[in-house]
């Protein structure tokens, strides 16, 4: 059989990042999954990931261009909404803990890093809320919208020394159980 060669795009490392997604940012990320639209009860464009996700999946976002880490002042701030299943357990790595979004770095693209820990609905009183607020056969059929935005912010020093070059991704884990609406995100700012 003739050598399959695959050829990837070229990517330049960037200093910064910043996208609201209404003007720029559509082509900027790689995802088996998420999507950049308007969705009814939001104002602007985001990335969505599919309400309700799939069950028993791991959905990822890579931004294609690596991030070179500042010696100061690498943080990375994004506005979210996290309706995803509630765990029984305290930490993402636990049987019990469920359904979980993460954000994780990686230099080398084979080992991801956890730039925060994994969460989910219980992360905010305004998220559980909804996501409890219709629960029908084990599965919450609320949806997300405008109100429930929170923003995370996270300097990059703790997890990766600078100067080095690193691609950063968002992950939804999901198990077996119960399905719900998902995953949103605006604002990014590296």
Known sequence: ??????????????????????????????????????YDGFDDAALHFPHPYPNESELTVKLKNPIKIASDNSIMS??????????????????????????EGTKDGLSWEPLVDGYDSRRETDWLTRYNSQIVNQNS????????????????????????????????????????WGWVIVNIKI
Do not use: C, Q, W
């Not at 910064?16 to 999954?33: A, C, H, K, M, V």
């Open 78 to 103: 994004f506005d979210e909404i996290v309706l995803v299943e509630e765990g029984l357990s305290n930490h993402y790595t636990e049987t019990n803990f469920f359904d979980y979004v993460i954000v």
């Open 1 to 38: 059989t003739p050598e399959r060669r695959i050829v990837a795009e070229p990517v330049t490392a960037i200093a910064s990042y910043s996208s609201d997604f209404n003007t720029s940012g559509n082509n900027d990320f790689i995802s088996n999954s998420a999507s950049i639209k308007m």
């Open 141 to 180: 059929l609320a949806t997300g919208d405008k109100s429930l935005f929170k923003k995370r912010t996270k300097n990059l020093l703790k997890t990766f020394e600078p100067v080095v070059l690193i691609f950063i991704r968002f992950r939804l884990n999901s198990d077996t159980l119960a399905f719900v």
